[in-house]
């Protein structure tokens, strides 16, 4: 072999030797993942592109895998951070510097400068809070807790129902936007009391269950006033099923308003059969089978069956009172000397006296004026029919026979 070195001797056999070792390239590939998927071992290809994670280059078919024969690639995570030689940059630090004025020469001192805390920055007037704050401060006592619009726990009578509050303590937005405009239920309040008037609407006040009643109780004297609006007050008493009613109304104002409010008072009793119902002229009514009409004024009577008149039966001596309330009629047996005989009767006011006087006795009959201008003489045989009447303070009577 003939060629120009500068070597000689044992350098150029050692070169030559080393020449020989070098291994035969097998073949090309266009990047790593073209690789042949086994091969002879120590066989070597050549990898032209470079791709993710693997470097161009010659790699060796170590038996089982492909093994770069190059320096092995590092990354800026692979390179000491201690290292004063080797440095790599990221794309930000790229940006940041990029952003440097071209006057900001030199070193910069950031010593004045904080970084942002990961809450967020902080905003005017917060480092003076805590600049006034001492240190130690107890930043909860009762000047701070007042600025800052809060209560102190000694404050609050009942804490442990406010700390256990649940969310349906709340208000509903169908009750009210507050708890002090919220409605409540009445049904545990023992006492409940209205803000205003009460429109039913269209509903009623009920018992829903075991025929309850209810009840109306006013306090002490008062009473249950129903008020009168376009007409007088008044109270409907329906049918069961609702559909026809009774209506007990008051007087219209018109009326009453002479003679002003009055009360009536029931009966205590409910009266015997046909009674009728009369007052004592203060509105406390009863019933009473025998009524008097002191002053009664009868334009037209349509009779639509017989006048029964009241017959009075009574045994008398000694004094004899005269009275229409006792009957129209009356039946009178002597059983002695009459002395005295009186009346109660009014103006225009008459009875008829059936007497028997089988005994003979006598009556005094006092001032009565007598049609024939004297007292009969009764027969003691048959009974003797006397009509006595009023006129007046005057009283007449007159014998309208015997009854024989």
């Known amino acids: 072999m003939a060629y120009n070195s500068s070597y000689t001797g044992p350098q150029v056999d050692e070169g030559v030797r080393k020449g020989l070792q070098i291994p035969e390239i097998k073949g090309e590939s266009a990047n790593y993942a073209s690789l042949p ?84 920055a902080f905003a005017n007037g917060d480092k003076t809070r805590l600049d006034n704050m001492a240190d130690n401060a107890d930043v909860t006592n009762t000047t701070n807790v007042t600025n800052a619009g809060a209560l102190m726990d000694s404050e609050v009578t ?46 009623d006040i009920v018992t829903e269950a075991s025929n309850r009643p209810i009840d109306l109780a006013p306090h002490g004297t008062g009473g249950v006033v129903l008020k009168g609006n376009d007409e007088s007050g008044k109270i409907v008493l329906n049918c069961e099923n609702n559909s026809h009613g009774v209506t007990i109304q008051g007087p219209a104002h018109s ?62 001596t000694g004094t004899y009172t005269l009275s229409a309330g006792n009957g129209t009629i009356q039946n009178i047996t002597l059983t002695g000397d009459v002395s005295t005989v009186t009346d109660s009767l009014n103006d225009g006011e008459a009875i008829t006296a059936v007497i028997d006087d089988g005994s003979g006795y006598e009556i005094s009959w006092g001032t009565t004026k007598w049609v024939g201008g004297s007292a009969p003489t009764l027969d003691t045989t048959n009974k003797n029919v006397i009509v006595l009447w009023k006129v007046g303070s005057d009283l007449y009577g007159m014998l309208s026979g015997v009854a024989s």
């Open 158 to 203: 009942n804490l442990a129902q406010v700390k256990s509050f649940a969310s349906s303590d709340y208000a509903t937005a169908a009750q009210g936007s507050t708890a002090d405009s919220a409605l409540q239920s009445v049904a545990g309040d023992s006492n409940p009391t209205l803000g205003a008037n009460l429109d039913l609407a269209t509903y």
């Open 255 to 316: 009326d009453i308003n002479t003679g002003g409010s009055y009360t009536l008072t029931l009966p205590a009793a409910t009266g015997s059969n046909k009674a009728l119902i009369e007052t004592n002229g203060s509105g406390v009514l009863s019933f009473t089978n025998n009524p008097t009409l002191t002053t009664p004024v009868v334009t037209t009577l349509d009779m639509d069956g017989a006048i029964q008149e009241l017959v009075y039966t009574a045994n008398v």
């Open 37 to 120: 998927g086994s091969a002879t071992s120590g066989d070597v290809y050549l990898v032209i592109a470079a791709t993710t994670g693997y470097d161009a280059g010659f790699y060796r078919w170590s038996g089982s895998a492909w093994v770069y024969m190059g320096n092995t690639r590092q990354d800026a995570d692979d390179i000491d951070d201690s290292s004063t030689t080797h440095k790599f940059v990221t794309s930000g630090d790229l940006t940041t510097l990029s952003n440097t004025s071209g006057t900001n020469t030199g070193d910069q001192d950031l010593s004045t400068y904080q970084l942002k805390p990961s809450e967020g």
